[in-house]
């Protein structure tokens, strides 16, 4: 069953008990089905995690929508996120910072909107995630916004026309963001329709 989030209402809008209660991410929608979910899940500060949720977008699909909105939900009660534009510190190289937060994370939130696979950033992003899932066993946590998990899969729409980019130009990349699409797609997540 799809579940849908509307992230166009503003948080005063939406009932704050079934956003978030106190240090614990929760979501109705999330509670009322799978079980791939957890219905909450517990911040605790003594744990091993630097963060307690990393946040994966393009920030051109989603930085001023679902993004912002997610941020400022989770913020509001003491969650603390990674979120790439935030907390870099300057003079740092960016890359290494961002898989060593990645790998700092209990739980990644992965944004996945139509321009996602256009970006070789994002991408290795998802792959080092889904690495952590594996190894380290963070909660990964997709949103497909404005897409269809079959369009991951299959390499549908505008994630066949990146990857036929990326397949001219990082080849021995391709088949590891690939898999990491293919498992993404695998678990289930939020549907978020703006249109």
């Known amino acids: 069953m799809k579940r ?17 209660c106190q240090r614990d991410l929760y979501c109705d929608s999330m509670a009322s089905s799978s079980s791939s979910f ?52 300057g003079g740092k190289t ?43 066993g963070i909660t990964v946590l997709p949103i497909f916004y404005n897409v269809d998990p079959s369009d991951l899969r299959k390499l549908k729409g505008t994630f066949a026309k990146a990857f036929d980019k990326h397949e001219k130009q990082f080849k021995e990349k391709v088949g590891t963001w690939r898999d990491a699409l293919n498992h993404v797609a695998g678990i289930v997540g939020y549907h978020v329709k703006n249109r």
């Open 4 to 20: 849908a989030l509307d992230f166009t209402k503003s948080s005063e809008e939406l009932p704050p008990a079934k956003v978030l």
């Open 38 to 89: 957890p219905s909450s899940f517990s911040i605790s500060s003594t744990s091993q995690w630097k963060y307690d949720v990393f946040l994966s977008f393009r920030g051109e699909d989603t930085r001023n929508t679902a993004v912002d909105f997610i941020n400022y939900a989770l913020e509001r009660r003491g969650i603390y996120i990674f979120k790439d534009d935030e907390k870099l510190e």
């Open 94 to 136: 960016i890359k290494p910072e961002l898989l060593k937060a990645i790998e700092e994370s209990r739980f990644a939130v992965v944004i996945l909107s139509e321009n996602y696979a256009s970006s070789t950033w994002c991408l290795e992003e998802l792959a080092k995630i889904i690495d952590c899932k594996k190894e380290k």
